[in-house]
C-alpha cells in the first residue's frame, strides 16, 4: 500500500536531473514527490511531512539552505544535499546547519540509493533500526508497528501525525521512563525548552492522549508529571 511507503521529497530545478532521480527513487519503491522551487517545496513539506528530502541547493527563487533552515526549525526529517556545489566550505555550512548528508552532481544512481537507505536508518525513529524483533512494540492493547509507522489500539488504527508518532515511538523506547520535556523537545525537534516549544509539546500531547482515548485524571497510556514530563506506563 502505498500510505506504507516512506515518502521522499525531492527538491530539484532542473527537469532532467529531477525525471532520473525520481524514477530511481519510485523504481526502489520510494514514494516520490517534486518541487522545483524552494516556495513550492515549503508547501509540499507541510502538506506531506516527508519522511526524507533530497534537496538542491542551487534553486531559481531563493538559496536551498533557505529551505533547509526552515525545516530544521521544527523538524528532524532527513535532508540529503544534491548539489553541483564541490567547496568544502558549501558542504560544511550545508552540515552544520542540520543536512545529514551531501552529495555532489554528478552522482551515480547506487550511491544515491546507499545513501537514501543510510539515512533513513540512521533517522532514530527510522523502522529500520530494529528496536525491537519483529519492528512491534505492544503494551496491552496499544500496538506500534515501526516498519510502517502505524500505531493501533484494540486493532483499530490511530491516525496520528509525523510529529505525534515520533513523540510515541520515542515514548515507547523509553517505556516506563519519565521523560523530561527538554529530553522529548530535544529528541524530537533539536531545540532548547523554552515556553514556546513546550507549550508546543503540550498541545501535541494533548491531541495523542485523545487519539489514544485518555481521560483527564485518570493514568491510561500516557501519565503526564505537571511540569516534568511524560511516561508511557509499564
Same mark, same amino acid.
Given at each position: ?5 516512506? +515518502?521522499?521529497? @525531492? ?13 530511481? &527513487?519510485? !523504481? ?7 518541487? /522545483?522551487?524552494? %516556495?513550492?517545496? +515549503? ?8 519522511? @526524507? ?22 523538524? &528532524?526529517?532527513?535532508?540529503?544535499? &544534491? ?9 560544511? /555550512? ?10 555532489? +552532481?554528478? =552522482? ?6 546507499? $545513501? ?21 512494540? !505492544? ?5 506500534? /508497528?515501526? /516498519? ?37 523537545? +530535544? ?9 514556546? %516549544?513546550?507549550? *508546543? ?8 492522549? *485523545? *487519539? =489514544? ?17 511524560? $511516561? &508511557?506506563?509499564?
Amino acid at each position: 500500500m502505498i500510505q506504507n511507503k516512506y +515518502k521522499i521529497l @525531492l527538491v530539484e530545478d532542473e527537469s532532467n536531473i529531477r525525471n532520473l532521480v525520481s524514477t530511481v &527513487l519510485e !523504481t526502489s519503491g520510494y514514494q516520490t514527490i517534486m518541487a /522545483d522551487t524552494c %516556495s513550492v517545496a +515549503k508547501t509540499l513539506f507541510a502538506s506531506y511531512l516527508p519522511d @526524507l528530502i533530497i534537496l538542491d541547493l542551487g534553486l531559481p527563487d531563493m538559496d536551498g539552505i533557505n529551505l533547509l533552515e526552515f525545516v530544521r526549525k521544527d523538524s &528532524l526529517v532527513p535532508i540529503i544535499v &544534491l548539489s553541483a556545489r564541490t567547496n568544502e566550505s558549501d558542504k560544511i /555550512d550545508a552540515l552544520d546547519k542540520g543536512a545529514n548528508d551531501y552529495i555532489t +552532481k554528478p =552522482f551515480g544512481s547506487g550511491e544515491l540509493l546507499a $545513501r537514501v537507505r543510510a539515512a533513513l536508518r540512521n533517522n532514530r525513529f527510522s523502522a529500520e533500526q530494529g528496536r525491537l524483533p519483529g519492528g512491534r512494540f !505492544t503494551l496491552k492493547e496499544l500496538e506500534i /508497528d515501526y /516498519d510502517a509507522r502505524r500505531v493501533f489500539i484494540k486493532g483499530e488504527e490511530i491516525h496520528l501525525t509525523q510529529t505525534e508518532y515520533n513523540i510515541v515511538a520515542l515514548l515507547s523506547e523509553n517505556c516506563g521512563k519519565m521523560m523530561t520535556y527538554a529530553t522529548i523537545i +530535544k529528541a524530537i525537534w533539536g531545540g532548547l525548552a523554552e515556553d514556546g %516549544s513546550v507549550k *508546543k509539546l503540550q498541545v501535541n500531547m494533548a491531541n495523542i492522549r *485523545k *487519539k =489514544f482515548g485518555d481521560k483527564p485524571g485518570e493514568t491510561n497510556y500516557i501519565a503526564n508529571e505537571l511540569g516534568v514530563g511524560y $511516561r &508511557l506506563n509499564e
